[in-house]
């Protein structure tokens, strides 16, 4: 089907069009799920659990389910994929991830999240959303490369099996597929548990099967096309950077399989949005909420780039391959979460009413 259509219309249209396709659908059903990995990461850090952790473990479990098990099958080969194939940073993972963990919880978001709120009406996700794109591009091409590339060559790790984790282990396909399906009982337990929806249920299953299926279509692209196509999922630092400069700077835009994915997670999320009827438009309520927002967009987009992608690209599309450097970012975003989420919204909020306690009661006194 794919060389049909390749022949009817090319390789660079059809590959744009896998990529709306794949974004349209995480994003309705993103959108649909509440999928946010700031707020599971706050579930869990305050010790509560809840409905948004259980979201986030089932739709990651299906996207490392689903992508092995096409593996397992013979029908995906993500060994030439650029999170196992290329040189990577186990210092860009910490640094990046944790950065990116602590500016998701001042945006109120991961990159994703931005993009999905910004389809429903959120000018505070749109307006951080650009930023990041923007902060995105400094890192990898601008004012902050020299930053990035420091700190990313400071312990470097060869492509190959080095950078499987599973592989380190001496685990392989079966294994995978057997961690995989753990996963996917443990988000099964947490839906049980915290009386998550069947609607929400199915919408998060969908969420992460969207990811496998973004492996599938780029493999099958390169087995069918002539051009060489990078073995690639859904990730939003890079397509979020390449569509900013594509837009800014080139006067034709590069069909692609990444340019694809923003429009595609923006529409899925404004269609189920307007299906819901939960289009609504909300912007900053004062000066100091904005400069919480724009210092977390930026934090995110200089961290996604350091790491290799955001809570998405690295987290769930690059652990689900089992990357070495994508396992070591998720547990650097929900390591640098908790403790932003503990220090700025836990114990400074707490010593805020406190101080203003305090304050009344010598205005009283000295009345």
């Known amino acids: 089907m794919l060389t049909a259509l390749i022949d009817l219309l090319g390789e660079e249209l059809v590959s744009l069009l896998c990529g709306l396709a794949v974004g349209g659908a995480f994003g309705f059903f ?19 659990g809840g409905p948004r952790l259980a979201v986030w473990l089932l739709t990651f479990a299906s996207a490392l389910l689903g992508t092995q098990a096409l593996v397992a099958m013979g029908l995906l080969d993500v060994s030439e994929a650029r999170q196992l194939a290329q040189q990577g940073s186990i210092s860009g993972a910490m640094i990046g991830g944790t950065l990116f963990g602590c500016g998701m919880i001042l945006a109120r978001g991961c990159a994703s999240r931005l993009l999905v709120l910004s389809a429903n009406g959120n000018l505070r996700a749109l307006l951080s959303g650009l930023i990041f794109a923007v902060t995105a591009q400094s890192a990898y091409r601008g004012l902050l490369a020299p930053a990035r590339e420091w700190l990313t060559n400071l312990w470097l790790v060869d492509g190959g099996p080095s950078r499987d984790i599973m592989s380190l282990f001496g685990g392989g396909t079966p294994e995978k597929l057997g961690f995989g399906m753990l996963w996917f009982v443990a988000g099964l337990a947490a839906v049980s548990k915290f009386q998550v929806g069947a609607k929400v249920l199915r919408s998060a299953v969908a ?49 692609g399989f990444d340019l694809g994915i923003i429009p595609g997670v923006f529409i899925g999320s404004f269609v189920a949005a307007a299906l819901a009827r939960e289009l609504n438009l909300e912007g900053f309520s004062d000066g100091r909420g904005m400069r919480r927002y724009l210092i977390g967009a930026v934090l995110m987009g200089f961290g996604a780039m350091l790491a290799g992608g955001c809570a998405v690209g690295a987290g769930v599309t690059g652990a689900s391959v089992f990357a070495l450097t994508a396992w070591i970012v998720l547990g650097g975003m929900w390591g640098g979460a908790a403790i932003t989420d503990f220090v700025v919204d836990r114990w400074m909020f707490a010593a805020k009413p406190a101080a203003n306690d305090m304050q009344s009661a010598a205005s009283t006194k000295l009345s």
């Open 30 to 48: 993103a959108q649909r799920s509440r999928f946010c990995l700031r707020a599971a990461t706050i579930e869990f850090a305050r010790g509560q």
């Open 207 to 255: 969420a992460g099967a969207a990811v496998a299926v973004g492996w599938l279509l780029t493999y099958q692209l390169g087995q069918a096309s002539f051009a060489p196509v990078p073995l690639k999922s859904l990730t939003f630092s890079g397509p979020s950077a390449e569509l900013l400069m594509q837009v800014l700077a080139s006067p034709q835009l590069k069909p």
